[in-house]
């Protein structure tokens, strides 16, 4: 799937409107050192493109620093492709490997009709008709745990190609892929377009947000794909929450996009600027009730689409970005694991917790690899999280064995190909993630039905 990034106008804001969106900032109280809602560590997809470009290029000198700094940190998922038949299983496979973690997913949805107003990023839906069933199916897959939603970068912000007509109904497309995502899953977080704060005033943005049916959604996001400086953007957020709370619409909270955000400010556009630097670290504990989480929306090191393709990931853009910047934290921050309801009868089941810790197996101590199963079981069904950890030299394909209990069969399969579905069944590796370097560790998962407890995992280099 192309993973696309969409364009950010960097438009400057009356005099009058920043003096208003200050005071409005200044009036209203400032959360102390609680977190928003949301609680959990964030989810990092294995196979997401720095990841994969790392593992198949273990001697490029920029490497290290791109693996520490940015393949290391948990980032968003972009789900841009108009696939309505596949986005169902697509979605699963994506957050039931991140319940099997115990971790929180973030997707970005990018696929509303007439997206990016033609620009860098032009494609979505056909029509908005067809947005609505590709939304349905999409929902479909979300299970019931904790889930970020990013949903439609620019599709408010951005309304210069739009007429009334147009715009009203793209307003109202939005409120129902809100509801239709909060009904299939009540535990999903899901946030509206809320542009930066060098773009609309905080109060043309509210009304934004009032007529796309934020009442409905967690809250906004800002500065996806930009470079605003974090307190500029907490500032601007606290403007657009005590403008909703003068219409209203209270309870609303903020996410802001701090992937690039840590050098310069500027242009929209960072394929041909060395100035940028990514900011800080994804995480949901950001010591301020009006902010869920600083997350990573916009993977770093992909391109905005003024130089290289959008959405193109490009080592020397991911090299700049990282350069220089500070390392992550050694240590977590304090979190819990995402609320669990109780799971469901039927597929896609992605509720109960982990009935089996994740191992914490050591690396083989010579050639070869090792491979560790964590089963997460409900009432039918399960997936399963399998790591692949290579020994003291580094391999370019593996092949892991699993022997399911009986009467247990797979049913899909996520970063590997399966020969079989039951009783001994081979995983390989597909063409981003056979090569893995010395000691280090790559991920494959699958869900079955019947149990999964008692699953074994060998693994061949």
Not at 427 to 454: D, E, I, K, M
Request: aromatic content about 8%; overall charge neutral.
């Amino acid at each position: 799937m192309a993973i696309l990034s969409s364009r950010r106008r960097s438009a400057a804001i009356s005099a009058a409107a920043v003096a208003g969106a200050a005071a409005a900032a200044v009036c209203f109280a400032v959360g102390g050192a609680s977190a928003g809602t949301v609680s959990g560590s964030l989810y990092r997809d294995p196979s997401s493109a720095v990841v994969r470009w790392v593992a198949a290029n273990p001697g490029d000198s920029r490497a290290a620093v791109i693996r520490d700094k940015i393949a290391s940190q948990p980032q968003a998922r972009w789900f841009a492709d108009f696939n309505p038949s596949t986005v169902q299983s697509e979605v699963s496979g994506f957050v039931g490997a991140a319940n099997a973690a115990q971790q929180i997913p973030v997707l970005s949805v990018y696929e509303i009709t007439n997206r990016d107003c033609g620009g860098a990023s032009a494609g979505g839906a056909p029509d908005l008709n067809q947005y609505q069933t590709w939304v349905s199916n999409f929902a479909r897959g979300l299970g019931n745990q904790t889930v970020l939603i990013i949903l439609e970068t620019d599709s408010l912000a951005l309304q210069t190609c739009l007429s009334t007509g147009e715009l009203n109904a793209r307003n109202q497309a939005l409120t129902t892929a809100t509801q239709t995502i909060k009904s299939a899953n009540p535990n999903a977080k899901v946030y509206l377009d809320g542009g930066h704060s060098t773009w609309n005033s905080a109060n043309d943005t509210a009304n934004r947000l009032r007529a796309a049916g934020v009442q409905y959604a967690d809250g906004f996001f800002t500065n996806v794909s930009n470079f605003n400086p974090t307190s500029s953007e907490a500032n601007f957020g606290r403007a657009v929450i005590s403008a909703l709370n003068g219409m209203g619409i209270s309870g609303k909270r903020q996410v802001i996009d701090t992937s690039r955000n840590g050098g310069a400010a500027g242009d929209w556009c960072a394929d041909d600027n060395t100035d940028r630097r990514i900011g800080q670290y994804p995480t949901t504990n950001t010591g301020d009730a009006n902010i869920d989480a600083y997350l990573w929306v916009k993977p770093p090191g992909e391109a905005d689409g003024c130089r290289y393709t959008a959405g193109s990931f490009q080592p020397d853009l991911a090299f700049s970005l990282a350069n220089g910047a500070p390392n992550p934290p050694t240590t977590a921050p304090p979190t819990t694991n995402p609320p669990t309801t109780a799971p469901p009868t039927t597929a896609p089941p992605t509720t109960a917790p982990p009935t089996t810790a994740p191992p914490t197996t050591p690396p083989p101590a010579g050639n070869g690899c090792s491979a560790s199963v964590a089963i997460n079981q409900w009432n039918g069904g399960f997936t399963a999280s399998v790591n692949v950890t290579a020994g003291s030299a580094a391999i370019t394909g593996w092949t892991v064995t699993v022997g399911l209990p009986g009467g247990a069969a797979i049913t899909g399969t996520w970063n590997a190909q399966a020969s079989g579905t039951s009783g001994t069944v081979r995983f390989t590796n597909v063409g981003y993630n056979g090569q893995v370097g010395a000691g280090q560790t790559t991920n494959f998962g699958f869900q079955g039905t019947g149990t999964g407890q008692g699953a074994t995992a060998t693994c061949a280099a």
